[in-house]
């Protein structure tokens, strides 16, 4: 079975603070994602990242950053955290196949509240 | 129009019912199709692909309907543990997999 796991079940910050949230998975896929989800809202893409060093903009970057320098490890940093970023930050991992799609596999989810 | 659509329920059924949900997407040229569970406060699971031939797993089939771009999901025989919030997943790229489209979930309530 995969495993993605996420480094933090639950953590409170203060707003101005530098946030790292991290995630590793242990099956050599080469995708990496980083979500946000908040209700009435669903899932909304961050970032993502198909392979070391690379990374692309989902669709709400702003006000955050991500570092991939290993392949089973995917950053999420909050620059400054904000109340506004007080949020479940959901990190996925998916395998690359020529010409087929395949499913994302998530962490349990951070519950990250900024005070 | 939103890219993926789900009737936002919530659906209420007793133990041993048959329900159906449905998802719509709005790019034709969608490539592959994705049905997952989340329970309440935890993450999203894969439940089954979607594939253009339908598919069953014991109790769950999947239906695609490109023609009217939609997607199904159908549970047959509720159970209590069954009750969840369902997202439709849409991608719209073949190849690497980069980036999904949900739908905001159906949830399912079944009741003893």
């Known amino acids: 079975d995969v495993k993605v796991t996420q480094s933090s079940r639950y953590l409170v910050k203060r707003t101005g603070e530098k946030v790292f949230l991290e995630c590793v998975q242990d099956?050599?896929?080469?995708?990496m994602f980083w979500y946000r989800q908040d209700p009435g809202l669903g899932l909304r893409l961050i970032y993502f990242s198909y392979d070391v060093k690379m990374k692309e903009k989902g669709d709400i970057p702003e006000g955050y950053s991500v570092s991939r320098e290993k392949k089973e490890r995917f950053s999420l940093i909050l620059e400054s955290a904000s109340t506004n970023q007080t949020s479940m930050y959901l990190c996925?991992?998916?395998?690359?196949?020529?010409?087929?799609?395949?499913?994302?596999?998530f962490g349990d989810g951070t519950r990250l509240s900024i005070l | 129009r939103k890219e993926v659509e789900q009737d936002p329920g919530p659906f209420n059924v007793p133990e041993g019912a048959t329900v159906a949900f449905n998802c719509t997407y709005s790019n034709s040229a969608s490539q592959s199709f994705f049905w997952y569970r989340q329970d309440c406060r935890k993450e999203p699971k894969l439940l089954m692909s979607?594939?253009?031939?339908?598919n069953e797993d014991g109790r769950f089939t999947a239906q695609l309907n490109r023609a009217s771009q939609y997607i199904s999901l159908l549970i047959r025989d509720s159970k209590l543990s069954d009750s969840a919030t369902y997202l439709c997943v849409v991608n719209n790229r073949a190849g690497n997999n980069r980036k999904l489209i949900w739908g905001l979930g159906t949830s399912l309530a079944v009741n003893p």
């Open positions: 099956m050599d896929h080469e995708n």
């Open positions: 996925a991992s998916s395998l690359v196949v020529v010409y087929s799609n395949q499913p994302q596999h």
């Open positions: 979607v594939y253009s031939s339908g």
